[in-house]
């Protein structure tokens, strides 16, 4: 497996795989995000999905991986301290605002962040057509923040709030993006990064809300728990997804390719939750997806 990846990093083929893995990775992590978002108050669901996770890597990172090298240890001091903001507003911005209207601006925020990051970082560089890609996928996911502002009547005591978390979520997710990204880099493994990065993240969200668990009737923790194992499965080959894209090609491209789980989660919020979604809206994260092909294609 890891002479395969490393055949392919850089390649045609590589680039097609990555090109996959990100698309794979954006309707998972739509999918998570509605797990997050269900019938459960978004704080417990996190905690129950995060120890879930934790659980079953342990094995994996303690007896099956190589252990991390020497230098990776501030790497995941870095990458857990990251991924804890970014939980916490999260999970913050859930509670205020509907999934429909706070996941597209948390999307929208991230990929025009980390394409400047892979560019400072990792000496990445977009085409001008590419550039155009990200300003009709980040510009559709802010008109549909625009719209939602104007439009809709549920929880508008809150949407301000809502809105503003989660653009300080989207700068959570462009931050992750790319230091993850330079962690799975760093380490010749990238299943020692993606076993420990599991392991060691697992626990600040059960710890913290250890104490609303308390308060969860009986009936509900066998619904609770299938929740957790299922999002823990989830959030495996979501995360898996992108960070091996990550590895093997292009950090911005594959970062904004995933942010065409705008339009997998108003299809999960409309199929799944009840939200309305409308022709509008339908019509704004049709740019979102135009502008990921954009990206792509220009930067053959």
């Given at each position: 497996m890891?002479?395969?990846?490393?055949?392919?990093?850089?390649?045609?083929?590589?680039?097609?795989?990555?090109?996959?893995?990100?698309?794979?990775?954006?309707?998972?992590?739509?999918?998570?995000?509605?797990?997050?978002?269900?019938?459960?108050?978004?704080w417990?669901?996190?905690?129950?999905?995060?120890?879930s996770?934790?659980?079953?890597?342990?094995?994996?990172?303690?007896?099956?991986?190589?252990?991390?090298e020497?230098?990776m240890?501030?790497?995941?001091a870095?990458?857990?301290?990251?991924?804890i903001?970014?939980?916490?507003?999260?999970?913050?911005?859930?509670?205020?605002?509907?999934?429909?209207?706070?996941?597209?601006?948390v999307?929208?925020?991230?990929?025009?962040?980390?394409v400047?990051?892979?560019?400072?970082?990792?000496?990445?560089?977009?085409?001008?057509?590419?550039?155009?890609?990200?300003?009709?996928?980040?510009?559709?996911?802010w008109?549909?923040a625009?719209?939602?502002?104007?439009?809709?009547?549920?929880?508008?005591?809150?949407?301000?709030?809502?809105?503003?978390?989660?653009?300080?979520?989207g700068?959570?997710?462009?931050?992750?993006?790319?230091?993850?990204?330079?962690?799975?880099?760093?380490?010749?493994?990238?299943?020692t990064?993606?076993?420990?990065?599991?392991?060691l993240?697992?626990w600040?969200?059960?710890?913290?809300?250890?104490?609303?668990?308390?308060?969860?009737?009986?009936?509900?923790?066998?619904?609770?728990?299938?929740?957790?194992?299922?999002?823990a499965?989830?959030?495996?080959?979501?995360?898996g997804?992108?960070?091996?894209?990550?590895?093997?090609?292009?950090?911005?491209?594959?970062?904004?390719?995933?942010?065409?789980?705008?339009?997998?989660?108003?299809?999960?919020?409309?199929?799944?939750?009840?939200?309305?979604?409308?022709?509008?809206?339908?019509?704004?994260?049709?740019?979102?997806?135009?502008?990921?092909?954009?990206?792509?294609?220009?930067?053959?």
């Amino acid at each position: 497996m890891l002479d395969t990846i490393s055949a392919i990093s850089g390649t045609p083929t590589g680039h097609n795989v990555a090109i996959g893995l990100a698309l794979m990775a954006a309707f998972l992590h739509a999918l998570f995000g509605a797990m997050q978002k269900g019938r459960h108050d978004p704080w417990i669901s996190r905690g129950v999905i995060d120890a879930s996770y934790g659980i079953i890597a342990a094995p994996f990172a303690l007896f099956v991986v190589p252990w991390p090298e020497p230098q990776m240890w501030p790497i995941f001091a870095v990458v857990v301290l990251v991924h804890i903001g970014y939980k916490l507003a999260q999970a913050a911005s859930y509670t205020r605002g509907a999934y429909t209207v706070v996941y597209p601006v948390v999307r929208g925020t991230g990929p025009l962040f980390t394409v400047i990051g892979a560019g400072l970082l990792f000496s990445e560089h977009f085409t001008p057509g590419q550039w155009g890609g990200v300003a009709l996928l980040v510009g559709g996911i802010w008109g549909l923040a625009l719209y939602n502002l104007r439009t809709l009547t549920v929880g508008r005591e809150t949407m301000v709030s809502a809105l503003a978390l989660a653009v300080l979520t989207g700068g959570f997710v462009a931050a992750y993006t790319t230091i993850d990204a330079y962690g799975i880099r760093a380490t010749p493994n990238p299943f020692t990064f993606l076993a420990w990065f599991f392991f060691l993240d697992a626990w600040f969200m059960p710890l913290l809300t250890l104490r609303r668990w308390r308060h969860i009737p009986a009936a509900e923790w066998p619904g609770l728990v299938k929740r957790g194992v299922s999002g823990a499965i989830v959030a495996y080959f979501s995360f898996g997804a992108v960070m091996m894209a990550t590895r093997i090609d292009r950090v911005g491209e594959a970062a904004v390719l995933r942010e065409t789980s705008t339009v997998f989660a108003a299809l999960i919020g409309w199929l799944v939750l009840g939200e309305k979604v409308g022709p509008r809206r339908t019509g704004l994260m049709a740019l979102i997806a135009l502008g990921a092909v954009v990206v792509e294609f220009a930067g053959r």
